[in-house]
Every structure is written in structure tokens, then in C-alpha cells.
């Protein structure tokens, strides 16, 4: 499976050879996000001559999308903007690309194997399915987004939508001002490269070249589009439901044994609450924004709460560790608060005739839906079991799968965050 990457600069990461089967030129690749195990990539592309092939079949669902330059598809030139989609296993034409030309590259479900055929005429693999897209995106209109969450203001340009899978890919971009102040996850994957503007959010500042990769269901969230709004290419392997949460908060800790006054910096257990007291990064504008979406919201009849910056109010995580402490003396059998413990092991050498069994009937507690039925029940069976990260298919009335919580992502060196604000 891919790994879990929150967010990467792509300035982050190491040039590569670029992996283009019986191509002729030289390029140069940065590895975003790679599936070791099945080869689908995620890739930005850098030619330094002109570069081409001629006609052939991908032996992965492959995506051409020009960020700079120009791409030339079967005799047809695109500039920035053009896309290309070619389904694996189905002849395509020949493609080439102009010297200076910047691209984003997918693979998915496959590798990088491209075998040269005579022409478009040759045989397709067996269950190949679809037909090569070309796309010119910047002669596309903007249309709003379906669901655009509490707030107006997203809009899309749809690339490809697998109609068997509903995999698809998008441009969608968030006006100024647009946010969300709750956590959201999905039942399948997320990807996203920056193409312009800025945003910030609970992971970190989203600026041209800034990518992430998130597996189905992990939680992210907290946005806040800033001054010219931002656009970014997206990707899912399957139909995008939100499934949000409000009054979030989490809490790790441990006991640091080789950290302290003259050893290093000593991290205390924290939880978002604690993270976010005292100075923020959370400007006056961006709360302003955040309480906008939710005041949208509940104009709209939907059912919301305000936002509440961390750090502020009762910290919901103490409250739960109290809960549970409570709990477990009331299963003990005792709930006065006093000590009871006392020595049943002396023998009395007589017999009293009567019963020192203490059986109390336990309180009956509601800690909410079993985790194992917050998921699909083919999803610890099928073939892909042991890839968490995969989409699954939901419609709605299935049960919500229950959501990961990943604190230890790919992380960027300069522009990632981990400050456990929305967590």
C-alpha cells in the first residue's frame, strides 16, 4: 500500500531518472507517493530535451497533466492544462513533450510497463475497459462542487470518472475565504498536488507544490483558504463521502527517560486542547472564517455547533479519562469512594452458615458501537484486507467505518505541521 504522506513540499524530495518505458529523451522524476507492492506512482515530471513514444499499451491506468509547457497527443497540442488518460491495457497514440515541460504523472494498479504496438489498432487487453481522454482543462468551465460542505465557494472541473469504480480526477478550486472547521474522513483515498494559491489547515500550509497522499479514513481537516483562494489536482479510488467530526481531541504521551533541563527538549503528554493555549497560528481572520462555516450551517437547518478554538473550555480528553476511571469502579462493585479492600483468608474454624459472596450487578455501560461494526464486514476477508489504506465501496446507510488516526505520516521538512490543532 501507499504511505500515509502529510504534506510534502515537493522541493522535499530527491530528482530520479523518470521511469518512461521506450521513451526517447531525458527526464527527470520526483516520487510523491509509490504502492511498492503493485507499482501505481504518483510522480512529477521534469523533461529536460524533448521527449516521446510512439504507440503502445500501458500496463497501468496512466495520467498525463501538464502544470507547464506543452504535451502533443496523437498529432493534437495541449498547453498548460492538457490532460491525457490512458486506461491500461488499450493502444495509444504516440505522445510527446516539449523541452522545459512540467508534468504530474499517475500510474495506478499497475507498473511502469508500456509495450510498443504497431498502431491503435492493435488488440486490447482482455477486460481493458474505456478509452483514452484528452482534455484541454483550461477551456473548461468551473462548475460548483455537489457537496460543497458548510460553506459555498468550492468549484470543480471533473478530468475522469471511472464509471465501474467511480475513481476520478479533478481540479477543484476553493475561493477566498472558503473553510471548514471540522474534521472530515472518507471511505476511500485522497491525493492532492497544489497547482496555486494557499491554504492553511490542521497538517499544514497548502502552497503550489505542496502534495499529500491520504489513505481511506484517515482523519484531516480545519481549512482556511487564504488571499486569491487555492487549486489543487485531486485524485480518489472511489465516490468521496464526508464523514465529519466535531469536538475532536486526542491524546498521547509517555515517560521521557533520555529527555529533560540540559538533554533535550522535554514533550509532555499533550492533546489539542493543549496544543492550542496560549499563541496560535490561527489568525483572527481564519477563526472569523471557521465560525462563517459553521453559522452557515446551522442557517441552512443542518445540524452544527460552533467553532471553538483549542485550548479554550473543559479538555474533553481529561473528561473521558475521569469517565473511565468512574466506570471501572463501578464494575469493582463498590462506588462510595471508599477503600473496601479487606483479608479474606483467615480461617475462623467454624462455620458461620451464611454466604460472604459480595455479586453486584455491574451497571450496564454505553461506550458506543462496537469498533468491529463501524467497518465493512468484507473488509477484514477480501483480497485487499491487508491494505487498510484502500477505498472501499459506501453508499449511504452503511454503517460509517470507524476513522485512522495517523501520527506518523511522511512528513515534510518545510511545510508540515504537527501541532495537534483538530485532531
Not at 508534468?103 to 511502469?112: Q, T
Not at 472518507?186 to 491554504?199: D, I, L, S
Amino acid at each position: 500500500m501507499r504511505p500515509h504522506v502529510e504534506l510534502i513540499q515537493e522541493d522535499d524530495y530527491v530528482w530520479h531518472g523518470a521511469e518512461l518505458v521506450n521513451g526517447e529523451g531525458r527526464a527527470s522524476e520526483r516520487r510523491l507517493s509509490v504502492d511498492e507492492e503493485d507499482g501505481s506512482s504518483s510522480l512529477r515530471i521534469d523533461f529536460h530535451t524533448d521527449w516521446g513514444r510512439g504507440p503502445g499499451i500501458h500496463h497501468a491506468n496512466t495520467e498525463y497533466y501538464v502544470l507547464e509547457g506543452s504535451m502533443t497527443y496523437g498529432g493534437r497540442t495541449i498547453g498548460k492544462g492538457g490532460y491525457v488518460f490512458a486506461p491500461k491495457g488499450v493502444p495509444t497514440d504516440a505522445i510527446t513533450f516539449a523541452e522545459g515541460t512540467r508534468i504530474l504523472h499517475y500510474r495506478e494498479y499497475g507498473d511502469a510497463g508500456f509495450d510498443r504496438v504497431d498502431g491503435l489498432n492493435a488488440p486490447r487487453w482482455e477486460n481493458a475497459r474505456e478509452d483514452v481522454i484528452v482534455i484541454d482543462s483550461e477551456a473548461m468551465q468551473w462548475d460548483a462542487v455537489p457537496n460543497p460542505g458548510p460553506m459555498p465557494g468550492l468549484f470543480i472541473k471533473y478530468l475522469h470518472v471511472d464509471p465501474v469504480t467511480g475513481f476520478y480526477t479533478r481540479l477543484v478550486h476553493a475561493q477566498e475565504g472558503w473553510a471548514d472547521h471540522r474534521l472530515a474522513h472518507h471511505p476511500c483515498y485522497e491525493e492532492a498536488y497544489t497547482t496555486q494559491g494557499h491554504m492553511e489547515y490542521n497538517f499544514g500550509t497548502l502552497d503550489l507544490g505542496t502534495y499529500f497522499f491520504r489513505p481511506a479514513r484517515v482523519k484531516h481537516g480545519h481549512f482556511t483558504t487564504m488571499e486569491g483562494g487555492a487549486t489543487w489536482l485531486l485524485r480518489s479510488d472511489g465516490e468521496l463521502q464526508n464523514w465529519y467530526t466535531q469536538n475532536e481531541w486526542l491524546r498521547w504521551g509517555g515517560e521521557a527517560v533520555n529527555y529533560g533541563p540540559g538533554g533535550g527538549r522535554m514533550r509532555w503528554s499533550k492533546s489539542a486542547h493543549d496544543h492550542g493555549s496560549g499563541p496560535t497560528w490561527r489568525s483572527e481572520k481564519d477563526i472569523a472564517d471557521l465560525t462563517a462555516a459553521w453559522q452557515y450551517q446551522r442557517d441552512q437547518g443542518e445540524p452544527d455547533v460552533e467553532y471553538v478554538q483549542h485550548g479554550q473550555g473543559a479538555d474533553k480528553s481529561l473528561l473521558a479519562i475521569a469517565k473511565a476511571l468512574d466506570a471501572a469502579r463501578l464494575q469493582g462493585g463498590h462506588g462510595d469512594g471508599h477503600d473496601h479492600t479487606h483479608d479474606h483468608t483467615h480461617d475462623h474454624g467454624h462455620d458461620h452458615g451464611h454466604d460472604h459472596t459480595h455479586d453486584h450487578d455491574a451497571p450496564a455501560l454505553d461506550w458506543g458501537a462496537d469498533p468491529a461494526s463501524l467497518e465493512h464486514a468484507d473488509e477484514r476477508t477480501d483480497e485487499h484486507a491487508h491494505d487498510w489504506g484502500r477505498g472501499r465501496p459506501w453508499k449511504a446507510g452503511d454503517p460509517i467505518p470507524a476513522p485512522i488516526l495517523s501520527t506518523l505520516p511522511v512528513r515534510s521538512r518545510s511545510r508540515g505541521r504537527w501541532d495537534g490543532d483538530g485532531m
